[in-house]
């Protein structure tokens, strides 16, 4: 979803809610392609923008959905809600950020004039997915499905 930074009005919350389909929220990393849990259903998205200056947007979101990794310990895929609440400030990418800037995980740079409502909320998505994926508290992992030694 496309926002354009030039037609929000300032210092006025914007609304807008949308869904973001399974089918796009795949990491195409090759470096780990197994790893990231299957999104079972659409990613339900609910933004508020602010304009604070002309370019400077600050935005809230939530994003809801249920994935289906596959557990660390035993190897069986299992479902699970997944939700996430994030604040980010959104600024035009005008030269290269500052190594403090890159560094900042609230600080979001947008090029255009356009912010890319599902892009922003799809890469905050995988940035605070979970590590590892453990189907029940008291899991015993694979000696389970082996049995003793």
């Given amino acids: 979803m ?7 009005p300032l210092n006025k919350d ?18 780990h392609p197994d790893t990231v849990p299957i999104f079972v259903i659409p990613v339900d998205c609910n933004v508020t923008l602010k ?20 557990c660390d310990r035993c190897a069986v895929s299992f479902q699970t809600p997944f939700e996430i609440e994030s604040a980010l400030l959104c600024r035009p990418l005008t030269q290269n950020p500052t190594e403090e800037e890159e560094e900042d995980e609230g600080l ?13 909320i799809r890469e905050q998505i995988f940035l605070n997915l979970p590590m590892q994926h453990v ?13 003793p030694i």
């Fill in 14 to 31: 914007f609304n807008v809610q949308f869904q973001i389909p399974p089918s796009t929220m795949v990491d195409n990393n090759p470096e």
């Fill in 108 to 120: 979001i740079f947008y090029t255009k004039q356009e912010l890319l409502l599902d892009k922003i």
């Fill in 51 to 70: 304009k604070m200056s002309p370019d400077e947007v600050f935005m809230t979101f939530t994003a809801k959905t249920y994935v289906e990794p596959m």
């Fill in 135 to 147: 189907c029940d508290q008291n899991c015993k992992g694979l000696a389970l499905a082996v049995g």
């Fill in 2 to 8: 496309r926002v354009h930074v030039q037609g929000l």
